[in-house]
C-alpha cells in the first residue's frame, strides 16, 4: 500500500507558494498512491477564501481516500466552525491491512494542541478493536520535541497520555506536522514521522519543500522524503542535515 504524507500547505499566506502545491500536485497524482493523508494547517488564518482555496487545490488530487486533518492555523478567526463544510470527509479509514485515523489537537485560538481524554479513550477502544491490522495515526501537533523548531511549546499538552496509549495500543505508525521540519525517530519502538511544509517557504533546518513517500508491505515501513519538483531521498540523509542534501536543493521560491 503506497501513502503520501503532507502537511501546512498554508494556502492564502504571504509565504504559500502556488506554484509548489500545484507541482506537488502532479507529482502525487502520478505516483497514484492508495491514500493521501494532510496533517493539517492547509489555511494560514482559517479564513473563508483561504479554505475555499484550500478545497480547490485538494479537490485536484487524484486519488479516492483523502484524509485530511486540521491543524491550529486553520482553526483561527473561528476558522473551525468552517473546518467540516469544507472538509466533511471521515477522519478514519479501515482498510484491509491498514487503519487511519486522524486525531483531533487543535483547538480553538490557541497554537498549543491537546489530544482530550475523551479522544484518548475513544482511540484506545479503537486501537484495540483493530489489533491485527497496521495502525497509522495522524496529528497536526508533535507528541515529541524535534530539533530546528524553537523554544515555544509544539508537543501537545497532553503528550506523555497520547504515547501511553499509542504504545500500549501497538499503534505502528504516527504522522505529524506542525513546525516544518522533516524528522523521523521512535519512542519504545513507535515510529513517529513528520512531514515537512509542501507549500510554505516558512522553513526550518530542512530548506525545501517536501512530502513523504510511506510503502506499507505486510507489516513493513519504508518512509522516503520527496523534495518538490526534486529527489526522493532517504530519511537518514534528511537527519544528517543541510550539507548531506544541499547539492539536491534547488533556491526555495
Ligand atoms: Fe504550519
Same mark, same amino acid.
Not at 8 to 17: K, Q, R, V
Not at 41 to 46: F, H, K, M, Q, R
Not at 60 to 64: A, E, G, I, M, Q
Given at each position: 500500500m503506497l501513502l503520501v504524507h503532507l502537511s501546512? @500547505?498554508? &494556502?492564502?499566506?504571504?509565504?504559500?507558494?502556488p506554484k509548489m502545491l500545484a507541482t506537488a500536485i502532479k507529482e502525487i497524482n502520478a505516483l497514484k498512491p492508495d491514500v493521501v493523508i494532510i496533517t493539517g494547517?492547509?489555511?494560514?488564518?482559517?479564513l473563508f477564501d483561504e479554505y475555499k482555496l484550500a478545497a480547490r487545490y485538494i479537490g485536484? @488530487?487524484? &486519488?479516492?481516500r483523502v484524509l485530511v486533518g486540521s491543524g491550529n492555523h486553520d482553526y483561527e478567526h473561528t476558522g473551525f466552525l468552517l473546518w467540516d463544510h469544507f472538509f466533511p470527509r471521515p477522519e478514519m479509514l479501515v482498510l484491509d491491512e491498514v487503519l487511519i485515523a486522524h486525531l483531533r489537537t487543535a483547538r480553538p485560538d490557541r497554537d498549543t494542541g491537546e489530544v482530550g481524554y475523551r479522544q484518548l479513550v475513544w482511540f484506545d477502544e479503537v486501537l484495540r478493536k483493530h489489533e491485527d491490522k497496521f495502525k497509522i495515526v495522524a496529528l497536526h501537533h508533535h507528541l515529541v520535541p524535534i530539533p530546528?523548531?524553537?523554544?515555544r511549546p509544539n508537543i501537545v499538552v497532553d503528550a506523555g497520555d497520547a504515547l501511553r496509549t499509542l504504545i500500549a495500543g501497538k499503534a505502528n505508525l504516527v504522522l505529524c506536522g506542525h513546525k516544518h521540519r522533516p524528522w523521523r525517530l521512535s519512542v519504545d519502538g513507535l515510529p513517529i514521522v513528520h512531514a515537512g511544509s509542501?507549500?510554505?517557504?516558512?522553513?526550518?533546518?530542512?530548506f525545501a519543500n517536501s512530502y513523504n513517500i510511506i510503502r506499507v508491505e505486510r507489516g513493513s515501513l519504508d518512509v522516503e522524503l520527496k523534495i518538490v519538483g526534486g529527489k526522493r531521498i532517504s530519511f537518514e540523509r534528511v537527519l544528517e542535515g543541510y550539507d548531506a542534501i544541499s547539492s539536491e536543493v534547488k533556491p526555495v521560491r
Open positions: 501546512d @500547505l498554508h &494556502c492564502g499566506a504571504e509565504t504559500f507558494s494547517d492547509v489555511t494560514n488564518s482559517g485536484k @488530487l487524484r &486519488c479516492s530546528d523548531t524553537g523554544t509542501v507549500s510554505c517557504r516558512r522553513l526550518r533546518g530542512f
